[in-house]
Nanobody
Framework: QVQLVESGGGLVQAGGSLRLSCAAS????????MGWFRQAPGKEREFVGT????????QYAESVKGRFTISRDNAKSTVYLQMNSLKPEDTAVYYC????????????WGQGTQVTVSS
């Protein structure tokens, strides 16, 4: 069982930065690929990016590529989402997720953290 707890959300002006953290419980964190997803009001949850178990491979949605960076610290069982050059359209609840065998159906989800970008 893995529990995921996100933190670091808040209100920021357009062009600003935020860093989200997702702390995982359990001793098997390094066995999981980790991902970030987001859901804006009235929209479906969408993919933001993923990082493999070792941190050697990352994937990003086109909408955030070049602005967002995912990293992980397996010693701290934590994954991060560094968000720069934020835009109002980045406003959403951001969720982290853990998956061992691909992203069609992640094994675990966090509760989400709100990010609001004002114009």
């Amino acid at each position: 069982q893995v529990q995921l707890v996100e933190s670091g959300g808040g209100l920021v002006q357009a062009g600003g930065s935020l860093r989200l953290s997702c702390a995982a419980s359990g001793r098997t964190f390094s066995s999981y690929g980790m991902g970030w997803f987001r859901q804006a009001p009235g929209k479906e949850r969408e993919f933001v990016g993923t990082i493999n178990w070792s941190g050697s491979n990352t994937q990003y949605a086109e909408s955030v590529k070049g602005r967002f960076t995912i990293s992980r610290d397996n010693a701290k069982s934590t994954v991060y989402l560094q968000m720069n050059s934020l835009k109002p359209e980045d406003t959403a609840v951001y969720y982290c997720a853990a998956a061992r065998f691909g992203w069609s159906k992640p094994d675990y989800w966090g509760q989400g953290t709100q990010v609001t970008v004002s114009s």
